[in-house]
């Protein structure tokens, strides 16, 4: 396993943690998580897509986040019965909300960010002798 998937599996598990957390304080605005839910999504679609364009990685992780989001639209029992679990919730979320979609732009333009400083940052060296 190369550095760079060490890098972003590191980072997906501090945003889950990230993200559990920030419901665990009541301070802290809902919309932070919405942000986070779609920055894990960034970092485990550059897990599974390491060499990948960032072009590539911006658009499968939007259209997974607003997929997701748009399929709360969709009100049938056994989904909805899904969304009642913890799991369910997390993932599907409860209810379509357009504010979500702007958090998870964000949420994914902030990926890209601490992609390029990490990509940065994790060059491998090269001698100029």
């Not at 550059?46 to 989001?69: G, M, N, T």
Request: hydrophobic content about 55%.
């Amino acid at each position: 396993m190369n550095r760079l998937r060490i890098t972003y599996g590191c980072l997906i598990v501090i945003t889950i943690i990230s993200g559990l957390l920030s419901r665990q304080f009541s301070f802290i605005p809902l919309f932070i998580g919405d942000i986070l839910w779609a920055l894990m999504v960034y970092f485990i679609v550059r897990f599974l897509f390491v060499d990948k364009p960032i072009k590539f990685l911006v658009i499968v992780s939007l259209l997974f986040c607003y997929a997701v989001e748009l399929s709360q639209l969709y009100k049938a029992p056994w989904i909805n019965d899904l969304r009642h679990t913890l799991f369910g919730r997390l993932v599907l979320g409860d209810g379509f909300l357009w504010s979500d979609l702007l958090c998870y732009t964000i949420g994914v333009a902030l990926g890209v960010w601490v992609d390029k400083i990490v990509s940065k940052n994790l060059r491998p060296f090269k001698s100029t002798i």
